[in-house]
């Protein structure tokens, strides 16, 4: 059904560059109203980003692994984390997108879920980007190789939360239940009896795990 209406939605842009209505490439899409701006912070699309693209553009390409990952920026190491655990099973990653193919008009369908439903949001590739030495770079998050997932899935998770802003800091068992609709659980270190048989047990049955520490006593955010 969303692979019909991706389709749908392709089809009538006739190829044409797509701009998302929902989420502008403007800056109510990186902060918040009253949050202190980078002025070196551009939207460009990914075709014109050189360190994206190189000969071709892809939205995969060769082997997706847990090591592919590259944080920004941006303080969102829970979700690079969460697709980190993702990628350890490849498919899981390719079933976040409707298609994997690179499209003429930018657009991409992304799958997540709400209330444990899937569904499916769309995102144009107006990347976070900055400039220096007449080199043009995502300044998020961005796989280690020419590819566009990573910064697919962060944009499609920026959007679902109004802007990127608001996906800094976080906890990663509850994106994996956004991804994946998968049910999860925090198990604190010093409260946690038998923690390690916990452990054990899960990597046993093939759960996804992460690990995290706070970075302050009063900080609410796992770091991972």
Known sequence: MMKAQFDEHLAGLNDELWEDPEFAPTEEALYEADEVKDEGITFVRASQVESLTGDDLAVFKDLIEPSDINQGELGDCYLLSSLSCLAEHPDRIRKLFVSDQVNPSGCYGLIHC????????????????????????PCYSQAKGKELWVVLIEKMYAKLHSNYARIEGGQPYETIRDLTGAPGRIYLCETTKDLWKIILNADYKDYLMNAGINASENDNYYHD
Request: contains cysteine; hydrophobic residues 25%.
């Open 114 to 137: 709400k209330d444990g439903q899937r569904q499916m949001t769309m995102v144009d590739d107006f990347i976070p980007c900055k400039t220096q030495i007449d080199q043009t770079y």
